[in-house]
């Protein structure tokens, strides 16, 4: 059974940071792209960062410089490093392996940037 599980969201004020966690179970990590996207209330999913088993980065333009995604095959995890957040960051941050729509996917994390 294919498993993929979030963990680091939370409340953040703005300028601050988080760092997300997705640990991955019953697949062949090290063989998958992997990728971040999130989905604000009424809005649509969207690409946040991708990163291919070769390790090339693709970052939405909202993020870029200042989001890190990377990745750690032995501990089967990919992470995402958000910094500056901005209140426009709110959202539930998914996991995915295999690419978009028919990879797999996490449960998702809220992040919510506020003062």
């Known amino acids: 059974q294919v498993q993929l599980v979030e963990s680091g969201g939370g409340l953040e004020q703005p300028g601050g940071s988080l760092r997300l966690s997705c640990a991955a179970s019953?697949?062949?990590?090290?063989?998958?792209?992997v990728g971040w996207y999130r989905q604000a209330p009424g809005k649509q999913r969207e690409l946040v960062a991708t990163?291919?088993?070769?390790?090339?980065?693709n970052y939405a333009d909202s993020v870029k410089g200042r989001f890190t995604i990377s990745r750690d095959n032995a501990k089967k995890s990919v992470y995402l490093q958000m910094n500056s957040l901005k209140p426009e960051d709110t959202a539930v941050y998914y996991c995915?392996?295999?690419?978009?729509?028919?990879?797999?996917w996490g449960q998702g994390t809220q992040v919510t940037v506020s003062s």
């Open positions: 019953g697949i062949i990590f090290s063989t998958y792209s």
């Open positions: 990163m291919t088993r070769g390790g090339t980065t």
């Open positions: 995915n392996a295999g690419g978009e729509p028919a990879g797999y």
